[in-house]
């Protein structure tokens, strides 16, 4: 089985966290693409969507699905979005489409964060993926300095812009072992939005897909 048909069958898993006539919460990647193109088949059943991202907000659209802005509701009983890495304490590195911080503001509200993913996103330690940090453009250097500080290797994503307007820096050679810590530590860096590290609010479940089915796992 190959990694489209292990995101796609991630996706479909996810349908079944989906409640009748709610908003639904949604991510953004390739993983989430194909929980878009299942959400779809019973699109009539819900009551529209918050979207994370341009791109979503685009694939819902194309769908039929109603995209709801989130100012306009406080209620999402379940947020559905992949990772770059995670970890078995459910805590992940993501960001690496560049969308982390309306997923980390939808995650915030919604109630349940159902993660979902391939085997080859689970790790021991976060780290390996280099970890996004979204950053106001006149801030970039400085934050850049503020992060060597801590012992990280910042590469600035040039040529791209965040939905927000913003940059991203790219932390490369981190073993984290406190992320939630470090979480912190770099959403202290004045002219940091947020970091891609989802620690202090992981995921409630995640759906991991491997060639002998989808692997349900909970938040210890
Ligand atoms: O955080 C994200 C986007 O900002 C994505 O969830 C993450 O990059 C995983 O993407 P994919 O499903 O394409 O592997």
């Not at 530590?185 to 620690?199: E, K, S």
Request: glycine share 8%; aromatic share 4%; net charge negative.
């Amino acid at each position: 089985m190959d990694a489209k048909q292990l995101k796609q069958q991630a996706a479909q898993a996810a349908l079944e966290f989906i409640e009748p006539n709610t908003i639904v919460g949604v991510g953004t990647g390739s993983t989430v693409n194909y929980f878009i193109d299942a959400l779809a088949t019973m699109k009539d059943d819900i009551a529209g969507a918050v979207s994370s991202s341009e791109a979503s907000t685009q694939r819902l659209q194309e769908h039929g699905i109603e995209v709801i802005e989130l100012n306009h509701t406080a209620d999402i009983p379940v947020y559905v979005d992949g990772a770059d890495e995670i970890t078995a304490h459910l805590q992940m590195i993501k960001g690496g489409g560049g969308a982390l911080t309306r997923e980390k503001v939808i995650a915030a509200v919604a109630k349940r964060f159902v993660c979902i993913a391939d085997e080859s996103k689970l790790v021991d330690v976060l780290g390996r993926f280099p970890l996004p940090v979204e950053v106001l453009p006149m801030a970039r250097s400085y934050v850049a300095r503020e992060i060597v500080k801590l012992g990280g290797d910042p590469v600035w994503r040039e040529g791209f812009v965040t939905d927000n307007g913003n940059l991203i820096l790219d932390i490369h050679n981190l073993t984290i072992l406190e992320p939630m810590k470090l979480e912190q530590q770099l959403n202290n860096i004045v002219g940091v939005v947020t970091n891609g590290l989802f620690a202090q609010r992981g995921a409630d479940i995640a759906l991991i897909a491997s060639a002998s089915g989808v692997d349900q796992r909970h938040a210890d």
